[in-house]
């Protein structure tokens, strides 16, 4: 039932071995076996990617139960024994991870020496029941789901240029100035057309004059101190490089408000020890916004 859930989740063989620390031919005679015992096709291998049959769908959900229930028994008789050990399975957003959660996350792991820590960096959200996580953390508001959250912090986004761009170009006061402006876009979620934007207690979208835009921050921001343009991005990417004076956070009072930073797990890890160790961990460790930040309206 593992290799077949690994399977769905990764929506590939290999992906599964990666997964479970297996081979990919242990991974395909685990689902031949069990299709054979079934008596039926759990896995269609005829599309490029791997997917679900109609009854392997069906079969799926049933699998997640059962292995969410043997997880639950098997966190039961750990905490009875006051023990944390066993396999954590986290899910972090990829630049924050690299920001701010990793050293967290590697000091939460030297603390629990018998606890196997698997750390899984997410270029996009992905839906826990999909993927297999224990516990994951998320930015931004979440959707609505069986999902138990927590929120343990807040992160701003902030409109940011080079302090050469400045002198070049004039710094913006008001919104509606962005239109004059070489802007670089995030193609992870931002509208095409312009940055929400909050200036007056009022929020609304602001049309931009778009120069660059990329699916990478990190990209973004060598770009913002390379003198390119003016950049969304958020606080915890740009902090060092506002405390270094290679960036300046422009027009404080119309960030978009604070987004909660959260963390996310399957009702059935509720009475789970690791999974509350970890959130318990991370809402000590992670850090309060910067100063600058601290001075905002929308914190």
């Known amino acids: 039932m593992s290799a077949?859930?690994?399977?769905?989740?990764?929506?590939?063989?290999?992906?599964?071995?990666?997964?479970?620390?297996?081979?990919?031919?242990?991974?395909?005679?685990?689902?031949?076996?069990?299709?054979?015992?079934?008596?039926?096709?759990?896995?269609?291998?005829?599309?490029?990617?791997?997917?679900?049959?109609?009854?392997?769908?069906?079969?799926?959900?049933?699998?997640?139960?059962?292995?969410?229930?043997?997880?639950?028994?098997?966190?039961?008789?750990?905490?009875?024994?006051?023990?944390?050990?066993?396999?954590?399975?986290?899910?972090?957003?990829?630049?924050?991870?690299?920001?701010?959660?990793?050293?967290?996350?590697?000091?939460?792991?030297?603390?629990?020496?018998?606890?196997?820590?698997?750390?899984?960096?997410?270029?996009?959200?992905?839906?826990?029941?999909?993927?297999?996580?224990?516990?994951?953390?998320?930015?931004?508001?979440?959707?609505?789901?069986s999902m138990i959250s927590r929120a343990i912090g807040s992160t701003g986004t902030w409109l940011c240029a080079s302090p050469g761009y400045l002198q070049h170009h004039g710094v913006p006061e008001t919104p509606d100035e962005l239109e004059q402006h070489a802007c670089l876009m995030h193609s992870g979620g931002e509208l095409l057309s312009g940055w929400v934007l909050r200036c007056g207690g009022k929020t609304r979208l602001y049309r931009v004059r778009e120069r660059l835009r990329s699916a990478c921050y990190l990209q973004l921001l060598d770009a913002v101190v390379a003198g390119l343009g003016i950049a969304l991005l958020p606080g915890y990417l740009i902090a060092d490089a506002v405390a270094t004076d290679q960036v300046r956070v422009v027009m404080q009072a119309c960030a978009p408000p604070h987004r909660p930073i959260s963390v996310v797990y399957p009702p059935g890890r509720r009475k789970s020890p690791k999974v509350q160790a970890l959130a318990d961990f991370l809402a000590e460790r992670i850090p309060r916004p910067s100063a600058w930040e601290l001075q905002s309206p929308g914190l």
């Open 4 to 145: 077949f859930v690994a399977v769905v989740n990764s929506a590939s063989f290999t992906g599964a071995a990666r997964k479970l620390g297996t081979s990919k031919s242990v991974i395909s005679r685990r689902i031949s076996e069990i299709e054979r015992h079934l008596g039926a096709r759990l896995i269609d291998r005829s599309a490029a990617r791997v997917t679900p049959t109609e009854i392997g769908s069906v079969y799926y959900a049933r699998c997640v139960q059962i292995l969410e229930s043997i997880e639950a028994a098997n966190d039961f008789v750990a905490g009875f024994n006051g023990d944390i050990r066993g396999t954590l399975r986290v899910s972090v957003p990829r630049y924050f991870c690299e920001c701010v959660a990793a050293p967290a996350l590697t000091e939460f792991a030297g603390k629990y020496p018998d606890l196997r820590v698997e750390i899984d960096v997410e270029e996009r959200d992905a839906d826990l029941r999909d993927t297999g996580f224990d516990i994951a953390v998320r930015i931004g508001q979440l959707p609505d789901s």
